[in-house]
């Protein structure tokens, strides 16, 4: 088994580099600026964030990414879409698995991390015969989340900085697995929608198995209500939950505050503007495309892998 190292230096500084890189510039010249500290504190900030840049580029140069239409005869441009009779009758199944399976157990998120890198390693090292390792550190808060709070987390492709900005109780294991997959290269917010499902769904850690599931309850109830939050509060009551369950997805889908509502949506807007102009279907490859490239799989008649990955 090859074995590459990204070093992600930038995630174990003490502060975001990122952020750094951002508001440095901006505040040396708010604070000192045109003058020779402020060009040299952002010279600084710049250096710093490009050398970790630089060094996470040059690694990733020998990384072997999966090919989804080889691996599971599904892609961004590969999808099937799921009958909305079959979306509710896996709503129905995942909900009795779910409180079948129902754990309390929360790991620290530091612990979660490093279980959740691991698991994820293996599971795309099985596919492409390459350990891809990576830092497993997280940050609590950047500047993206007053950017995107419509956001559970982010990743800076660039230098690898993962920032988880709210606690989802038990969705958090996917969110962060999601992200993670950024980290190891994959930019296609649907290819870490996959790759972080099946990692975690076939982990066999009840933890890990639970927030799968729940996460493709979420964005199957998000289909099906057309992502009206009141649509979807009444899908969760009815869906028969067992209480922690319903608080868990209830809260996911809180009423926004009046600013909040405001920002969230225009950059919703721009964001699903970015995702199309990279070659992705916007900002429905969350769930929509989500949940169609599992239905695609789990179909698939020349997918490489099993396609009971693609179970419930």
């Known amino acids: 088994m090859e074995n590459i190292r990204i070093p992600n230096d930038a995630t174990y500084s003490p502060i975001s580099l990122t952020d750094v890189a951002v508001a440095a510039p901006i505040a040396a010249r708010l604070l000192l600026g045109a003058t020779l500290p402020g060009r040299v504190i952002q010279a600084a900030a710049l250096g710093l964030y490009a050398g970790s840049v630089a060094k996470d580029w040059n690694a990733r140069k020998g990384v072997r990414r999966v090919d989804f239409v080889a691996e599971f005869g599904s892609d961004v441009d590969r999808l099937d879409a799921q009958p909305v009779a079959l979306r509710r009758e896996e709503v129905a199944r995942l909900g009795h698995l779910l409180n079948e399976g129902w754990t309390p157990e929360r790991p620290d998120r530091a612990e979660l991390a490093v279980r959740i890198n691991e698991v994820l390693t293996d599971y795309i090292a099985g596919i492409t015969g390459q350990r891809v390792e990576t830092s497993s550190e997280i940050r609590n808060v950047t500047l993206a989340s007053l950017v995107f709070p419509f956001a559970m987390g982010a990743c800076d492709m660039l230098s690898g900085d993962v920032a988880i900005f709210k606690d989802t109780g038990i969705f958090e294991p996917h969110v962060i697995a999601h992200e993670f997959v950024h980290r190891k290269g994959y930019w296609k917010e649907l290819h870490a929608q996959a790759l972080s499902y099946l990692a975690c769904r076939g982990s066999g850690d009840p933890v890990l198995v639970q927030a799968a599931r729940a996460e493709r309850m979420h964005r199957q109830l998000r289909v099906l209500s057309r992502e009206d939050p009141e649509?979807?509060?009444?899908?969760?009551?009815?869906?028969?939950?067992?209480?922690?369950?319903?608080?868990?997805?209830?809260?996911?889908?809180?009423?926004?505050?009046?600013?909040?509502?405001?920002?969230?949506?225009?950059?919703?807007?721009?964001?699903?503007?970015?995702?199309?102009?990279?070659?992705?279907?916007?900002?429905?490859?969350?769930?929509?495309?989500?949940?169609?490239?599992?239905?695609?799989?789990?179909?698939?008649?020349?997918?490489?892998?099993?396609?009971s990955q693609a179970a419930l």
């Open 231 to 307: 649509a979807f509060r009444e899908a969760v009551d009815h869906a028969g939950l067992r209480d922690e369950l319903k608080d868990a997805f209830r809260a996911l889908r809180p009423d926004p505050g009046a600013v909040a509502s405001v920002v969230g949506s225009g950059m919703k807007q721009v964001y699903d503007m970015r995702l199309k102009m990279t070659g992705q279907n916007g900002l429905s490859d969350y769930d929509e495309g989500f949940t169609n490239f599992l239905y695609t799989f789990e179909r698939s008649p020349s997918a490489r892998q099993p396609r």
